[in-house]
């Protein structure tokens, strides 16, 4: 009778034109290895969690694929797990995620203090979620010997490259969709993926190599030119160790707040209103000279030494070898330079094991190292090894490293880390299924370029008949740094964007965004209530000159000027 009322009651819904939600056995899944039947696949366990004030009551299965020894002799698995609300929107979310991977980070779609889902998590909406380690441990005991550079250990063995480039995801987009199919006793209705950092380089890499598999991908930040984007990791060290030859004193928390007022000075009004925000990001490049925050003769306040403003601008200029030949990319000037996350990135971190060093000395030297460079570079894995492995990095010989292979790594790291075609590209599989794809970028991002990401989507435009916004937009974020942080408003949906698009052909003409409680960067004299359109790119928010400067619905999403 239970079941019998429960197909009435959804028949009805459907009848009326009301979504209906689909009930899972609240004894959590019969979902086993026996019935999943996919080779290669274990289905390890499944635990009921019950419902808290953030979390609905779901089913949390964990597994593993593809158990192997390496040919550096350890032991390897994609290791994974899915929740399962009880309460089912019908959706199914791939969540990749960011760093060296190496953890299955709890699948709940994003971070709880998120700035992508509007502050509540997709497992909360209803959403069916995936995680995994994308086919290796960053705690596995035997790597310990290697200190900082443990988590980039697996760059020694081809097929953990390959597998955390994209195989991991190819493997496990079908395994996770069986079994969604089978707990709920139904296919989802629809897939997605979605990712920061190198979470959405994962979604990027996939848009291009499965795109069949999803239809919405949500990509943050992308780290899709990655191995590029670690050689600014060398020449960032390099640059700011002409300052001072301690990396952590050359561009102290003072400069960096200097830098961002200097720029936000300039380019603050070329929106139409004073906020704080670099929202035309255009016109701030044609505004502002680095030169002019040099010190006068004389002049102990509010500037910078000639040496440490050479530094950024080489910095900033982007990575060449001796040729002049670009590595990587430039980068921007936007008003969110020096807050957030970005001297953690660059100079300094709060991490003591580190010695405070920052990210691009740890994670950074350790992965451009051994995962990026073909045959591996061993590296020491202490801070200060860490920081002499990037100081010593030759732009002529070494950079060359990330296009290579050889007998053992049929794959260069350029090949297995970044999408097809990805200096022209067309993802044309992905228009032809009608799948879409948003991006979002912070402006401030100190890791990944921004100006690199709209390149790419530059290109892309311009190959696709009648330009991509038909199924791809991007949207630049002022003042945000990387995943989160920043003078900014961080706070924004782009999860019902994307299922809007996907679902009812609603394309994202705007997203809006407010300020983020969990970002502690954003002034306090702003008006909390302060909302943004994100506009798609190449337009930006310029303020309307009527009505209440901290509404978003008085904003007009502009072309900039091209003169």
């Known amino acids: 009778m239970r079941s019998i ?71 390897y698995a994609i290791r994974f797990e899915m929740r399962l609300p009880v309460t089912w929107n019908g959706r199914f979310l791939h969540q990749v995620n960011g760093g060296n991977d190496g953890v299955v980070v709890p699948a709940l779609g994003d971070k709880p203090d998120g700035w992508v889902s509007g502050g509540t998590v997709p497992l909360a909406r209803g959403f069916a979620v995936l995680s995994s380690d994308s086919g290796h ?15 980039a250990a697996f760059g020694m063995d081809p097929q953990a490259r390959r597998d955390y480039g994209y195989a991991a995801d190819m493997t496990l987009a ?16 629809y897939s997605y993926m979605a990712g920061c950092s190198n979470g959405g380089r994962h979604a990027m890499v996939a848009a291009g190599r499965m795109p069949e598999n999803y239809d919405g991908f949500l990509v943050g930040n992308p780290g899709f030119d990655l191995p590029r984007a670690a050689i600014q990791h060398a020449w960032d060290v390099q640059a700011f160790l002409k300052v001072d030859p301690d990396l952590r004193k050359t561009i102290t928390k003072e400069d960096g707040q200097l830098i961002a007022s200097r720029i936000t000075q300039a380019c603050d009004a070329l929106d139409g209103v004073k906020d704080g925000l670099t929202s035309n990001l255009a016109a701030c490049q044609k505004t502002l000279d680095l030169k002019s925050l040099v010190c006068t003769p004389g002049q102990t306040e509010g500037c910078l030494s ?23 990319s430039d ?4 008003g969110g330079i020096g807050t957030g996350n970005w001297r953690a ?91 879409k794809m948003i991006i979002y970028h912070g402006q401030a991002d100190p890791v990944f370029s921004v100006n690199d990401t709209i390149r790419w989507y530059g290109k892309l435009n311009a190959n696709v008949q009648g330009g991509a916004g038909n199924s791809v937009r991007l949207f ?88």
């Open 345 to 435: 990135w660059k100079v300094e971190s709060t991490v003591a094991p580190w010695n405070n060093y920052p990210i691009i000395a740890t994670m950074g030297a350790a992965s451009l190292n051994l995962i990026f460079s073909t045959p591996p570079v061993a590296v020491e894995g202490s801070s200060d090894k860490l920081v002499d492995a990037l100081r010593a990095y030759d732009f002529d010989k070494d950079a060359a490293k990330i296009f290579a292979k050889d007998a053992t790594f049929t794959e260069s790291a350029m090949d297995f880390m970044t999408p097809p075609e990805v200096d022209d590209p067309k993802l044309t599989k992905l228009r032809d299924a009608g799948h």
């Open 306 to 328: 000639e040496a440490k403003v050479d530094a950024l601008k080489m910095s900033f200029a982007g990575p060449r070898n001796s040729k002049g030949e670009a590595l990587y």
């Open 174 to 189: 079908p395994v996770a969709k069986k079994l969604v199919a089978l707990h709920y006793g139904k296919p989802a209705d």
């Open 5 to 75: 009322a429960s197909v009435s009651i959804g028949a009805l819904a459907v009848c009326l034109g009301v979504p209906t939600l689909a009930r899972a056995d609240e004894a959590c899944t019969q979902v086993t290895t026996a019935s999943l039947g996919i080779s290669g696949v274990e289905i390890t366990g499944s635990k009921l969690q019950e419902a808290d004030d953030k979390l609905p009551k779901h089913c949390l299965v964990t597994g593993l694929a593809n158990q192997r020894t390496g040919i550096d002799g350890k032991s």
């Open 331 to 334: 980068w921007p000037l936007d």
């Open 476 to 563: 630049t974020v002022p003042g945000a740094t990387h995943c989160g942080g920043g003078v900014t408003l961080d706070k924004f949906d782009a999860l019902s964007a994307l299922t809007d698009w996907v679902e009812k052909g609603k394309a994202p003409d705007r997203i809006i965004a407010s300020a983020n409680p969990a970002n502690k960067d954003v002034p306090s004299s702003w008006n909390p209530a302060r909302t943004r359109p994100l506009c798609p790119y190449p337009t930006y928010a310029a303020f309307s000159g009527k009505g209440d400067a901290d509404d978003a619905a008085n904003f007009v999403c502009t072309m900039p000027e091209t003169k």
């Open 137 to 151: 441990s960053g705690n596995d005991p035997a790597n310990k010997p290697l200190g900082l550079a443990a988590g």
